[in-house]
């Protein structure tokens, strides 16, 4: 009889959401994603040997969760960050959701076209609850919500940066979070410090900036980093006091711009012959990995850490004002891989390897089904593929190679470009000169010799499946003001290039 109801009691607990599994417990999900951090922008190295920024950050509590967990090194963002947001909550390829650049305020774009083009019409208001029929907007039923149907707590804790102020979707609240702590609309904070109350007016950036919900800080000396931190660990603790499992997605402010110091770290820097830029990015690093240390310090206090799984990612590369990130070509934004390769780290306790290297190459889209795979959840059909087989077995990259995409027809900072890696093959098709780049990856990382002209069938084959991607996705494009014509796809530039 008491194994009986013991069983009736299992049931009740783990058949929650679209799928039932009366042997699991569903895990502690603790999604840790950093804004603008770049691949080599910690002291674990992700490329095949330690480089010089690998020597000079300190990211102890990284390594910890590397030593844990399984580091793959082609993973891949968006080169920017609402693009790697929406991805990441609806499971689809930027090309598909549309939006393609940051968003800020309602109906505004910050790309600039300039005289030749018209720009593409793309979701510039971001992300909204299903339902919502807020123009130039992505409106579907998101992780977290999916999350929170099948028995979930779901805590934002940071960065938001899903919809445009003024919409639903800038309050994360709105998004299936259960909890949201300091989330908004904007992409960074108006200050780092407590004492500037974590708002650009002491400087005349006006309030847009302005972080919510912690004006219990405002006018203390503390980093907006451990301020969040602070109240993340809080939602955790009532999380395991009510015996819920949790989704927390820690998503940090850090390290975007302001560029301001850490200033309990800033002195581990003071006597490095470097220019003071890189001194405070530094200590925003530092800063950063101490609240990974403090979480995972916190699920082990919590006897949680054998039921919770860790995942740390950036969400694109890094900015051009910091060192660049070599041995990897480009920044933020930029097509090349030091604009969407990421540092991707993840830990499920009892299965993935411990301290080992996968070379498989994933983006961000994967996140979706991934997550709700590990959750014990159905996830709807989606452009992302679950890395839950990659993470059972840490296999090599399969036989036949994946089509990775990526879709910027923006004018923001960068010319507008579309990329397809297949393999250890990439070709970037840029809109604007309808040209091609086309690189092997294996034996050119830094994408410095562009072998279009030497494989002329390896470049028809990848612009045939970067046409046919975009394609499918239906992806926009700027339009020609001269001709009043869309850009054209890959294809067609490509056979006007050969019929010169």
């Known amino acids: 009889m008491q194994i009986a109801i013991r069983y009736l009691l299992a049931l009740a607990v783990f058949c929650t959401g679209s799928t039932c599994n009366a042997t699991e417990k569903q895990p502690n999900l603790l999604f840790f994603f950093v ?34 967990g399984l580091r793959f090194t082609n993973a891949y963002a968006c080169s920017i960050c609402s693009p790697s947001r929406v991805s990441l909550m609806t499971g689809q390829n930027a090309a598909r959701h549309k939006v393609t650049c940051w968003t800020l305020r309602k109906d505004t774009s910050p790309a600039r076209p300039g005289k030749q083009f018209l720009p593409a019409n793309w979701n510039l208001n971001g992300l909204q609850p299903a339902g919502d029929t807020t123009q130039r907007s992505i409106a579907q039923e998101c992780l977290p919500e999916l999350l929170r149907k099948g028995g979930y707590r779901t805590i934002h804790a940071g960065k938001g940066h899903f919809g445009a102020q003024g919409t639903p979707g800038a309050n994360p609240l709105n998004m299936g979070f259960d909890v949201n702590i300091a989330g908004s609309y904007m992409g960074g904070p108006g200050s780092y410090h407590g ?84 001194k405070k990015y530094a200590s925003m690093i530092e800063s950063m990995d101490k609240s990974l240390g403090d979480l995972l310090e916190t699920i082990d206090r919590l006897g949680v850490t054998e039921e919770t799984i860790v995942i ?11 060192p660049r990130n070599l041995p990897l070509r ?68 399969p036989e036949t190679p994946r089509e990775l995409l990526w879709h910027y027809p923006n004018f923001y900072n960068q010319p507008p470009y579309s990329s397809l890696r297949l393999g250890d093959w990439k070709l970037l098709y840029w809109h604007k000169s309808q040209s091609f780049e086309l690189f092997n990856l294996a034996s050119d990382i830094g994408e410095n010799t562009n072998v279009a002209s030497k494989h002329p069938d390896r470049l028809r084959n990848m612009a045939t499946r970067l046409d046919r991607q975009l394609r499918d996705k239906k992806a926009q494009f700027a339009t020609v003001k001269a001709t009043g014509k869309p850009i054209p796809f890959p294809l067609e530039a490509l056979k006007a290039q050969l019929e010169k």
């Open 195 to 278: 004492d500037h109350n974590f708002s650009a007016a002491w400087r005349g950036g006006g309030s847009i900036w302005d972080v919510p919900g912690l004006e219990k800080y405002h006018g203390q000396e503390i980093n907006l980093t451990e301020a969040v931190t602070r109240e993340a660990i809080r939602a955790v603790e009532k999380a395991v006091v009510d015996k819920t499992p949790f989704y927390l997605y820690m998503s940090h402010y850090a390290v975007h711009a302001p560029f301001e110091p850490d200033r309990r770290f800033l002195p581990n820097y003071a006597n490095e012959n470097w220019n003071q830029h890189k």
């Open 35 to 68: 804004d603008d951090m770049g691949w080599q922008d910690t002291s674990v190295p992700f490329h095949s040997e330690p480089t010089a920024l690998n020597r000079d950050y300190r990211t102890p509590n990284m390594a910890k969760l590397a030593s844990r």
């Open 330 to 397: 480009g920044h933020k934004i930029s097509g090349y891989e030091g604009g969407n390769r990421v540092p991707l780290i993840i830990n499920w306790p009892g299965v993935t390897a411990m301290g080992k290297r996968n070379a498989t190459p994933v983006i961000i889209e994967d996140i979706f089904p991934t997550l709700l795979e590990l959750a014990h959840l159905e996830a709807p059909d989606c452009d992302g593929q679950s890395w839950v087989p990659i993470l059972k077995d840490n296999t090599a990259p």
């Open 312 to 322: 740390f990612m950036s969400d694109n590369g890094s900015p051009q004002n910091n």
